[in-house]
């Protein structure tokens, strides 16, 4: 044990959950601990853990930690001070046995967004009316210290908007299409393969783990209530390749994006396939990797980039929040506390903005016309149209349409003409073009 490190006492962990991130904290506290006592001023032990299944083997040796079946009697015990949740899920053990820990006042650690998306207002409250602290860096975008950045970096700032990708395994997919040609279904049964899907995969490409992680970001950058409700959702199930292909025809990249911006009319909230500018960073962010851009009114723009999942950068960030405790900085759960923290009002109609519109027409005479109508009765102004040629059928016209800014509105009204005048052979796609 290094030098002057004695003197405060140990800082006790007891960690629920040892898949992936549990493992890798074990792994941090065992190989760095002399390092961790050196920078944190004192010791930071492991005292008990608590999975669903004792015997097995995890690669490291946790037979010197006590072990509880019931998460929640981990989360009690004396001998623990920071209750270190890993389990997953919104509710069940990992609610039960954080709430346990937060009423007894001791501190809790997590990384999980589903459960801070769902309950993270009630959470933060209870933490804060029995002297503890909630953090949850882990929570979002995996080892990409983004809480920090907002909440310390960026504390002498007005946050003007928030916007991302967030999931790595939807960014993954979107650029494996893109590069080898393969289609949604082939790559969405490789990341099973590779292991990088949630346990629910819908999380992942319905939008909404991602969705989970914008809405914690919306809180602590406009110190609002956490309101996972309120997030406008889209997977990218229904990406195909000729959207990606289209896309970059016309120099833009398909993201699934998150964007978080307080406007006059209230709180938009946004995690939605998104077309951005291919040669901007979040157009160049390829594979599993996350990236966060953080806008505010002092500092500007700020990219933050790196690995949004994995034993070691999730880890990683769990430990920042550990330091802190064993630092005895003691932050608020959201950046300011939770009884201050205003309900905003959501906006559902996204603030107006160009939209890539992929129909599929019957290809027969006065077709496009019905189209350009349905657009133009609804207020929609084309700023560029395209009919590709398709030589294996002679009856599908494809047609690609830029709109100049509309209101998400106006489109949907104009798409839901468009299909009352059995023009179409499929269900149009309409894709963003968010300025980033
Ligand atoms: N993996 C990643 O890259 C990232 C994960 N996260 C979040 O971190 C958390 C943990 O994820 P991860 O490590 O991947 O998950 P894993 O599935 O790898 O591990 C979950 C662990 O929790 C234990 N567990 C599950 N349910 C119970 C229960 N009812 N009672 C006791 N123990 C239980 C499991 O026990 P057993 O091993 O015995 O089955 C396992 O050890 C989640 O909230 C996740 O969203 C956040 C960012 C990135
Ligand atoms: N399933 C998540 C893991 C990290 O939260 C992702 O793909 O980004």
Known sequence: ???????????????????????????????????????????????????????????????????????????????????????????????????????LGKDVVTANKALLAHHGQALAETAESHGAVLRFEAAVAGGIPVMKALTEGLAGNGITRVIGVMNGTCNYILTRMEATGQGYNALFDECARLGYLEADPQLDVGGIDAGHKLSLLASVAFGTKVNFDAVELEGIERITNQDIAHAADMGYKIKLLGVT???????????????????????????????????????????????????????????????????????TTFGQPANTLIAATPVMDATPAPYYLRLELIDKPGVLAKVTSAL????????????????????????????DPAPRAALDEAIEAMVGTDVLISPPVAIRIEKV
């Open 1 to 103: 044990m290094p030098a002057n490190t004695h003197a405060k006492a140990p800082l006790r962990l007891g960690i629920a959950g040892l898949g992936t991130v549990g493992m890798g904290v074990i792994k941090i506290v065992q190989e760095k601990a002399d390092l961790l006592a050196l920078r944190a001023g004192r010791p930071v032990e492991i005292v008990a853990v608590s999975a669903r299944s004792k015997g097995k083997d995890r690669g490291y040796d946790i037979s010197g930690y006590a072990w509880e079946d019931d998460p929640v009697k981990l989360a009690q015990r004396d001998d623990v001070d920071v209750f270190v949740e890993l389990m997953g899920g919104s509710d069940g053990p990992a609610k039960a046995a954080t709430q346990a820990a937060l009423e």
């Open 376 to 403: 133009g009765d609804a207020g929609v102004s084309i700023d560029r149209m395209r009919q590709y040629g398709q030589d294996d059928d002679a009856d599908v016209a494809p047609v690609l349409i830029v709109t």
């Open 261 to 331: 911006q307080m406007t006059d009319r209230g709180l938009e909230q946004r995690m939605t396939p998104c077309l951005v500018p291919d040669t901007s960073p979040l157009g160049q962010l390829d594979g599993g990797t996350n990236m966060v851009v953080l806008e505010g009114d002092e500092v500007g723009q700020i990219v933050l980039r790196g690995a949004g999942a994995g034993m070691g950068p999730t880890a990683s960030a769990v430990m920042s929040d550990i330091m802190d405790i064993a630092r005895d900085i003691r932050l």
